[in-house]
């Protein structure tokens, strides 16, 4: 199914049918939906470039697994608040098959990025993971939040030269899997058009850390500010793999930070 084709509940697909009680400019280019357990929906829609906060009265609105996922696929990242393991286990089925499940708990001094309190740069996970989910259990006092960030617009701004050079910059491959090959390259351009990332600096080969192109597309990225947000227990946040960038702020206070990592593998 094509991303744009993925078909969204009405309340969601017209936005005009919720009564307006304030708007602002829409920061994040994304579509982002929060159901709390008292009726009061969010949306940030970035179709029509505002941000619209709508009670909806005595009717409750859930959104279900099958409307996440056709959101996620639409707008490549989704932050759903204050849900159900259930509710978790069956959005996780229905994108597809997982690979591997991951404890992140933030770990003092780990060498482990994926248990490092530190800042965690923006980048990619295995590219055998289309989708990654997060469920968040418990958060730290202080920092630690999730940022999102979309690399198209700097890729579109590179000249078509540098844009062709990054296709044939390759990465470090994670090695998880048995028959992980040795690399990846940073851009693959799929049979229908489709642009996909594999991105973690630190797994670029040395002779290309100097490239023109790939300075300039760092250059790029550090000039677009990504979204921050900091999950609270019961929080899901997924995101298309291939499509967005992420990363981590800094865990300090308690630490005491818990979330649970799903690699899942698209279906085709």
Request: hydrophobic share 35%.
């Amino acid at each position: 199914m094509n991303r744009r084709d993925a078909e969204l509940p009405t309340w969601l697909s017209n936005p005009d049918s919720l009564p307006l009680l304030s708007s602002s400019p829409c920061e994040p280019e994304a579509l982002q939906v929060g159901i709390t357990p008292l009726g009061r929906g969010q949306v940030t829609c970035k179709c029509r470039q505002y941000r619209i906060f709508a009670k909806m009265g005595s009717t409750t609105i859930k959104i279900n697994p099958q409307e996440a996922r056709a959101l996620l696929l639409r707008e490549g990242w989704l932050h759903i608040p204050s849900q159900s393991e259930s509710f978790l286990e069956e959005f996780v089925r229905i994108l597809g098959r997982t690979l591997y499940v991951t404890d992140v708990i933030a770990k003092e001094g780990s060498k482990a990025l994926v248990t490092s309190d530190l800042e965690l740069d923006l980048h990619t996970d295995h590219p055998s993971a289309r989708w990654i989910v997060w469920y968040c259990y418990r958060q730290s006092d202080e920092g630690g939040e999730s940022l999102i960030l979309d690399p198209m617009p700097a890729y579109l701004g590179l000249s078509e030269a540098h844009r062709e050079a990054l296709k044939n910059i390759y990465l470090f491959e994670h090695r998880v899997f048995p028959d992980d090959p040795e690399s990846c390259p940073l851009v693959r351009e799929k049979d229908n058009g489709e642009l996909h990332f594999y991105y973690s600096f630190w797994l670029v080969r040395e002779e290309d850390k100097h490239h023109p192109a790939l300075i300039e597309f760092r250059r790029r990225l550090a000039s677009l500010p990504p979204y921050r947000l900091k999950l609270a227990p019961g929080d899901i946040l997924a995101v298309d793999n291939h499509r967005l960038f992420h990363g981590r702020a800094k865990i300090g206070g308690n630490k005491d930070r818990f979330l649970k990592r799903f690699w899942i593998a698209e279906i085709t």
